[in-house]
């Protein structure tokens, strides 16, 4: 089986342009946690999708920050106007159900998202 | 804020010693603190996870020790190898207060482990 998939994988953008990056889940995962990794901090979390429940915004930075998920599988997340403190690697993270503290979490490879 | 801080940030140690990573914690709603492993151009996966109501979890090579009085736990190595290089992170989960639970990770250890 195919784990989760991200695309693009690198993403280089010119400061104060849109950028569009995608998740694939793990199929039959109901619940998607997008995450930002940026140098020396961690896995800083910015949203999250179960079922068919509002997702979790709790982690956008800003409103420049939004992310969609159709049909209960695949998930957009939408970076606009970027700027040069949006550099970092996008994970995204699936589970096979949620909320439940013991899933476990499979992320995927992460897009690097580099803005000039 | 939650935060889980985690040290030491970098360490090399020899192949055939021990590999020791603290994570302390502040917020006492944590219930499950997984560590996560991590390789270069790959995403996190999961190494090993504990609940606090046990002060000790081994599988194979890595045990987790936690301290529940003391809001702390750590990750330790038994004879690390070449191939344990990597970064590892340690997570506390806890309820968000927006309907979902969230992995809180610390800061990540590099870890290099030297012939």
């Known amino acids: 089986g195919a784990g989760v998939s991200q695309s693009p994988s690198n993403k280089v953008t010119e400061k104060g342009k849109d950028v569009e990056l995608r998740c694939d889940p793990i199929?039959?995962?109901?619940?998607l946690y997008w995450y930002r990794q940026s140098l020396g901090q961690g896995l800083e979390f910015l949203i999250y999708?179960?079922?068919?429940?509002?997702?979790?915004k709790s982690g956008l930075p800003s409103d420049r920050f939004s992310a969609e998920r159709t049909g209960g599988s695949v998930s957009t997340l939408t970076i606009q106007r970027t700027q040069q403190e949006d550099s970092a690697v996008y994970l995204c993270?699936?589970?096979?159900?949620?909320?439940?503290?013991?899933?476990?979490?499979?992320f995927g490879p992460g897009t690097r998202l580099t803005v000039l | 804020q939650q935060q889980v801080k985690q040290s030491p940030q970098s360490l090399i140690v020899q192949k055939g010693g021990i590999s020791i990573i603290n994570c302390a914690y502040e917020?006492?709603?944590?219930?499950?603190f997984p560590w996560y492993q991590q390789f270069p151009g790959k995403g996190p996966a999961l190494l090993i996870a504990?609940?606090?109501?046990?002060s000790e979890k081994k599988e194979g090579r890595f045990t987790i020790s936690f301290n529940k009085s003391a809001k702390q736990f750590s990750l330790h190595i038994m004879d690390s190898q070449p191939g344990d290089s990597a970064t590892y992170f340690c997570?506390?989960?806890?309820?968000?207060?927006?309907?979902?639970?969230?992995?809180?990770f610390g800061k990540g250890t590099k870890l290099s482990v030297i012939p």
């Open positions: 999708f179960q079922g068919n429940s509002a997702p979790d």
């Open positions: 917020n006492t709603a944590f219930d499950y």
């Open positions: 199929s039959g995962h109901t619940a």
């Open positions: 993270a699936s589970s096979p159900q949620g909320p439940n503290i013991m899933n476990e979490q499979f």
């Open positions: 997570a506390a989960s806890g309820y968000s207060g927006a309907g979902s639970y969230q992995l809180t």
């Open positions: 504990i609940r606090p109501d046990v």
